[in-house]
Nanobody, 125 residues
Framework: QVQLQEPGPGLLKPSQTLSLTCTVSGASIRSEYYFWNWLRQPPGKGLEWMGVISGSGSAWYSPSLKNRLSISRDTSKNQVTLQLGSVTPEDTAVYYC?????????????????WGQGTEVTVSS
């Protein structure tokens, strides 16, 4: 059974860096067959794909976020980490990690086969 867990900080202040770690069980993040994605859903809006890291460690980012987004991994812990710098209230959202079996850059739920439960992040002064 594949499980993804991504606990979060809950509340951040503007200009801080958001750091989220997705712990994966039941699948290896080094597998060439899987891609590990970060998506988010702001209140009242649709899902937004943020970025992805492949089994080989290559990363791709949404053009709108690439200047302040970094995705990395720790293969010894089977974890994938997101860091989003200089957050603003517009970054308030529920953040998800999700697996895909091909490189996807969409906000369509059907493109991802396993999801974390999501973590709510609020950016407010």
């Amino acid at each position: 059974q594949v499980q993804l867990q991504e606990p979060g900080p809950g509340l951040l202040k503007p200009s801080q860096t958001l750091s989220l770690t997705c712990t994966v069980s039941g699948a290896s993040i080094r597998s060439e067959y899987y891609f590990w994605n970060w998506l988010r859903q702001p209140p009242g809006k649709g899902l937004e794909w943020m970025g992805v890291i492949s089994g080989s460690g290559s990363a791709w980012y949404s053009p709108s976020l690439k200047n302040r987004l970094s995705i990395s991994r720790d293969t010894s812990k089977n974890q994938v980490t997101l860091q989003l710098g200089s957050v603003t209230p517009e970054d308030t959202a529920v953040y998800y990690c999700a697996r895909s079996i091909a490189l996807k850059t969409t906000g369509w739920r059907r493109d991802y086969d396993y999801w974390g439960q999501g973590t709510e992040v609020t950016v407010s002064s």
